[in-house]
Protein backbone atom coordinates (compact mmCIF):
# COMPACT_ATOMS: atom_id res chain seq x y z
CA UNK A 1 0.00 0.00 0.00
CA UNK A 2 1.11 3.37 -0.84
CA UNK A 3 1.42 6.48 1.06
CA UNK A 4 0.67 10.20 -0.20
CA UNK A 5 3.42 11.18 -2.73
CA UNK A 6 4.09 14.85 -3.13
CA UNK A 7 6.22 16.52 -5.67
CA UNK A 8 8.66 18.14 -5.46
CA UNK A 9 10.36 17.95 -2.03
CA UNK A 10 11.59 22.08 -2.47
CA UNK A 11 11.00 24.54 -4.48
CA UNK A 12 12.56 28.38 -4.49
CA UNK A 13 10.19 30.89 -6.11
CA UNK A 14 10.44 34.78 -6.86
CA UNK A 15 7.49 36.82 -5.64
CA UNK A 16 5.20 37.75 -8.47
CA UNK A 17 5.67 34.18 -10.20
CA UNK A 18 2.95 30.97 -10.58
CA UNK A 19 3.23 27.53 -9.01
CA UNK A 20 1.71 24.24 -9.23
CA UNK A 21 2.61 21.52 -6.69
CA UNK A 22 1.37 18.05 -7.32
CA UNK A 23 -0.16 15.18 -5.06
CA UNK A 24 -0.65 11.70 -5.46
CA UNK A 25 -3.16 10.04 -2.99
CA UNK A 26 -2.82 6.84 -1.29
CA UNK A 27 -4.41 4.20 -2.81
CA UNK A 28 -8.34 3.34 -2.89
CA UNK A 29 -8.29 7.05 -1.34
CA UNK A 30 -10.73 9.90 -3.15
CA UNK A 31 -10.74 12.73 -1.26
CA UNK A 32 -7.72 15.09 -1.00
CA UNK A 33 -7.39 18.11 1.17
CA UNK A 34 -4.47 20.46 0.80
CA UNK A 35 -2.63 22.60 3.68
CA UNK A 36 -0.47 25.44 4.41
CA UNK A 37 2.06 25.33 7.17
CA UNK A 38 3.68 28.08 7.84
CA UNK A 39 7.04 27.45 10.12
CA UNK A 40 6.44 26.71 14.04
CA UNK A 41 2.55 26.52 13.19
CA UNK A 42 -0.05 24.11 13.07
CA UNK A 43 -1.92 23.18 9.73
CA UNK A 44 -3.98 25.38 7.75
CA UNK A 45 -6.56 24.22 5.48
CA UNK A 46 -6.86 25.44 2.17
CA UNK A 47 -9.78 23.72 0.38
CA UNK A 48 -10.71 19.78 -0.12
CA UNK A 49 -11.57 17.96 -3.50
CA UNK A 50 -13.93 15.04 -3.91
CA UNK A 51 -14.53 13.40 -7.07
CA UNK A 52 -12.45 16.09 -9.14
CA UNK A 53 -15.09 18.84 -7.42
CA UNK A 54 -13.48 21.87 -4.78
CA UNK A 55 -15.91 20.75 -1.47
CA UNK A 56 -14.59 23.35 0.63
CA UNK A 57 -12.47 25.83 1.18
CA UNK A 58 -10.60 27.88 3.80
CA UNK A 59 -9.49 31.58 4.51
CA UNK A 60 -7.05 31.88 0.88
CA UNK A 61 -7.85 33.94 -1.62
CA UNK A 62 -8.32 32.85 -5.12
CA UNK A 63 -5.32 32.81 -5.87
CA UNK A 64 -5.04 29.74 -4.65
CA UNK A 65 -6.82 27.03 -6.55
CA UNK A 66 -6.45 23.38 -7.16
CA UNK A 67 -7.59 20.39 -9.64
CA UNK A 68 -8.05 17.14 -8.45
CA UNK A 69 -8.26 14.55 -11.71
CA UNK A 70 -9.83 11.07 -12.15
CA UNK A 71 -7.16 8.52 -10.98
CA UNK A 72 -7.76 11.40 -7.76
CA UNK A 73 -4.07 12.61 -7.98
CA UNK A 74 -4.29 16.40 -7.74
CA UNK A 75 -2.31 19.97 -7.95
CA UNK A 76 -2.34 23.11 -6.01
CA UNK A 77 -1.33 26.44 -7.79
CA UNK A 78 -0.82 29.62 -6.26
CA UNK A 79 -0.51 32.78 -8.60
CA UNK A 80 0.93 35.86 -8.10
CA UNK A 81 3.17 34.56 -5.66
CA UNK A 82 4.05 36.55 -2.34
CA UNK A 83 6.77 36.15 0.71
CA UNK A 84 3.78 35.34 3.29
CA UNK A 85 3.44 32.10 0.80
CA UNK A 86 6.20 31.01 1.71
CA UNK A 87 5.58 27.25 3.88
CA UNK A 88 4.77 23.70 3.89
CA UNK A 89 2.07 22.37 2.01
CA UNK A 90 0.88 19.24 2.94
CA UNK A 91 -1.39 16.74 0.84
CA UNK A 92 -3.95 14.80 3.06
CA UNK A 93 -5.82 11.60 1.60
CA UNK A 94 -8.51 10.19 2.58
CA UNK A 95 -11.48 6.96 2.39
CA UNK A 96 -14.30 9.68 1.92
CA UNK A 97 -15.45 13.07 3.11
CA UNK A 98 -15.82 12.39 6.44
CA UNK A 99 -12.81 13.67 8.46
CA UNK A 100 -13.70 10.36 10.82
CA UNK A 101 -12.06 7.96 8.27
CA UNK A 102 -8.96 9.76 9.32
CA UNK A 103 -6.25 11.56 7.06
CA UNK A 104 -3.26 10.27 5.38
CA UNK A 105 -0.53 13.22 4.76
CA UNK A 106 2.32 13.24 2.60
CA UNK A 107 5.94 14.77 3.72
CA UNK A 108 5.05 18.07 1.83
CA UNK A 109 6.62 20.34 -0.34
CA UNK A 110 8.70 22.98 0.96
CA UNK A 111 7.67 26.41 -0.55
CA UNK A 112 10.68 29.20 -0.18
CA UNK A 113 9.60 32.80 -1.95
CA UNK A 114 11.98 35.38 -2.15
CA UNK B 1 -9.65 33.19 14.98
CA UNK B 2 -7.81 30.40 16.67
CA UNK B 3 -10.75 27.93 17.24
CA UNK B 4 -8.09 25.19 19.19
CA UNK B 5 -5.91 26.30 21.53
CA UNK B 6 -2.50 24.38 22.43
CA UNK B 7 -0.43 24.12 25.30
CA UNK B 8 2.28 23.95 25.99
CA UNK B 9 4.46 25.65 23.26
CA UNK B 10 7.56 23.06 24.30
CA UNK B 11 7.91 20.30 26.76
CA UNK B 12 11.01 18.13 27.94
CA UNK B 13 10.12 15.22 29.91
CA UNK B 14 13.01 12.27 31.18
CA UNK B 15 13.04 9.14 29.46
CA UNK B 16 10.06 7.22 31.42
CA UNK B 17 8.18 10.07 32.71
CA UNK B 18 4.34 11.04 31.49
CA UNK B 19 3.82 13.59 28.44
CA UNK B 20 1.22 15.96 28.83
CA UNK B 21 -0.31 18.47 26.38
CA UNK B 22 -3.45 20.00 26.58
CA UNK B 23 -5.87 21.29 23.97
CA UNK B 24 -9.06 23.77 24.40
CA UNK B 25 -11.75 24.44 21.80
CA UNK B 26 -14.39 27.13 21.09
CA UNK B 27 -16.96 25.51 18.28
CA UNK B 28 -19.56 23.25 20.05
CA UNK B 29 -19.81 21.32 16.87
CA UNK B 30 -16.24 19.82 16.37
CA UNK B 31 -17.12 15.93 16.98
CA UNK B 32 -13.87 14.41 15.94
CA UNK B 33 -10.63 15.00 18.33
CA UNK B 34 -7.35 13.51 16.55
CA UNK B 35 -4.03 13.77 17.86
CA UNK B 36 -1.28 13.91 15.09
CA UNK B 37 2.46 13.61 15.43
CA UNK B 38 4.98 15.20 13.44
CA UNK B 39 8.71 14.41 12.91
CA UNK B 40 11.10 17.29 11.43
CA UNK B 41 10.78 16.60 7.22
CA UNK B 42 7.54 14.58 7.94
CA UNK B 43 3.68 15.10 7.25
CA UNK B 44 2.04 14.63 10.71
CA UNK B 45 0.76 11.15 11.10
CA UNK B 46 -2.25 9.91 13.12
CA UNK B 47 -1.65 9.14 16.58
CA UNK B 48 -4.97 8.14 18.28
CA UNK B 49 -8.41 10.09 17.88
CA UNK B 50 -11.30 10.34 19.98
CA UNK B 51 -15.17 11.48 19.67
CA UNK B 52 -16.82 13.42 22.18
CA UNK B 53 -19.68 10.52 23.32
CA UNK B 54 -16.51 8.82 25.46
CA UNK B 55 -14.27 10.22 28.46
CA UNK B 56 -10.92 8.75 27.76
CA UNK B 57 -9.15 6.54 25.03
CA UNK B 58 -5.85 4.69 25.60
CA UNK B 59 -3.79 2.82 22.61
CA UNK B 60 -0.46 1.27 23.96
CA UNK B 61 1.40 4.20 25.98
CA UNK B 62 -1.17 6.79 24.47
CA UNK B 63 -4.07 8.47 25.68
CA UNK B 64 -6.50 10.85 25.01
CA UNK B 65 -8.87 12.62 27.88
CA UNK B 66 -12.13 14.40 26.94
CA UNK B 67 -14.09 16.61 29.20
CA UNK B 68 -16.63 17.61 27.25
CA UNK B 69 -18.31 20.51 29.42
CA UNK B 70 -14.69 22.12 30.00
CA UNK B 71 -13.86 21.58 25.94
CA UNK B 72 -10.82 20.34 26.73
CA UNK B 73 -8.77 17.02 26.00
CA UNK B 74 -5.64 16.35 26.12
CA UNK B 75 -2.90 13.57 25.49
CA UNK B 76 -0.98 11.68 27.57
CA UNK B 77 2.55 9.86 26.83
CA UNK B 78 3.02 7.49 29.31
CA UNK B 79 6.92 5.85 29.72
CA UNK B 80 7.96 8.87 27.31
CA UNK B 81 11.06 7.33 25.21
CA UNK B 82 13.35 9.67 23.22
CA UNK B 83 12.16 8.06 19.91
CA UNK B 84 8.68 9.68 20.98
CA UNK B 85 10.53 13.92 20.66
CA UNK B 86 8.59 14.96 17.66
CA UNK B 87 6.28 17.82 17.99
CA UNK B 88 2.50 17.21 18.58
CA UNK B 89 -0.88 18.99 17.44
CA UNK B 90 -4.22 18.37 18.63
CA UNK B 91 -6.79 19.04 16.14
CA UNK B 92 -10.56 19.15 15.96
CA UNK B 93 -13.40 18.25 13.24
CA UNK B 94 -17.05 18.36 12.22
CA UNK B 95 -17.74 15.43 11.19
CA UNK B 96 -20.16 16.39 8.25
CA UNK B 97 -19.41 16.82 4.48
CA UNK B 98 -16.74 19.06 4.03
CA UNK B 99 -15.21 18.59 7.46
CA UNK B 100 -11.70 20.02 7.79
CA UNK B 101 -9.34 19.52 10.27
CA UNK B 102 -8.66 22.76 13.09
CA UNK B 103 -5.28 22.31 14.30
CA UNK B 104 -3.32 23.68 17.20
CA UNK B 105 -0.38 25.31 16.94
CA UNK B 106 1.71 22.51 18.32
CA UNK B 107 3.97 21.44 21.43
CA UNK B 108 7.29 20.35 20.72
CA UNK B 109 8.07 17.36 22.96
CA UNK B 110 12.06 16.34 24.06
CA UNK B 111 12.35 13.17 25.89
CA UNK B 112 15.77 13.43 27.21
CA UNK B 113 17.91 10.24 28.18
Known amino acids: ETGVTQSPTHLIKTRGQQVTLRCSSQSGHNTV ?41 SELNVNAL ?23 FGSGTRLTVV | QQQVKQSPQSLIV ?3 GISIINCAYENTAFDYFPW ?30 FNKSAKQFSLHIMD ?21 LTFGTGTRLQVTL
Open chain 1, 33 to 73: SWYQQALGQGPQFIFQYYREEENGRGNFPPRFSGLQFPNYS
Open chain 2, 80 to 100: SQPGDSATYFCAASNTGTASK
Open chain 1, 82 to 104: ELDDSALYLCASSLGLNSFYGYT
Open chain 2, 14 to 16: QKG
Open chain 2, 36 to 65: YQQFPGKGPALLIAIRPDVSEKKEGRFTIS
